[in-house]
């Protein structure tokens, strides 16, 4: 599914994304395309997607590739770094489009995509918070313990708003 003469121009992030991987020499798939596609509109709605639900979504706009390609997709393009997935509460994994990693960045936000995750544990709502809201608890760690923490891999689990007891 690369970009033909009816369809529509790709977004932005996904041309970077195509970008990075053919700078990164790996080749561009209808199913890496489809799969781009469907993680950045997801991304654009802030919508937290899960492999099977990618999947579903890839069926919709190319029938042709089948769910274990989408499955073997996600895992390729995660180790390219052009995605990233971040583990929710229970076994969901969910995964966002990566930005080009810029010069300079906090040492906790290295695999991090823009922003970290909570969860209600209650509802399942899943909300982005800037990694930057972890930057004292990234520091005490770090001088206390020596741990480099990775907001952009697991969500961090609590009570919504929503949820909270009075």
Do not use: K, N, W
Request: with cysteine.
């Amino acid at each position: 599914m690369p970009p033909s003469a009816e369809s529509p121009a790709p977004s932005p992030r996904v041309a970077a994304a195509v970008a990075r991987l053919r700078s990164a020499g790996e080749r561009l798939t209808p199913a890496r395309y489809a799969v781009l596609h469907v993680v950045d509109a997801a991304d654009l709605a802030d919508e937290h997607l899960t492999a099977e639900q990618i999947g579903t979504r890839v069926a919709d706009v190319e029938p042709s590739v089948h769910r274990a390609t989408v499955y073997r997709t996600l895992t390729a393009l995660v180790e390219t770094g052009v995605l990233s997935h971040v583990h929710l509460g229970g076994t969901a994994t969910v995964y966002h489009l990566t930005e080009p990693p810029p010069a300079e960045q906090h040492e906790h936000d290295a695999h991090d995509h823009g922003h970290a995750h909570v969860q209600c544990h209650v509802c399942g709502r899943v909300l982005d918070v800037a990694p930057d809201v972890f930057d004292e608890v990234a520091a005490r760690l770090r001088a206390d313990l020596g741990f480099t923490l990775d907001t952009g891999h697991a969500a961090l689990l609590g009570r919504c708003r929503d949820c909270r007891t009075p």
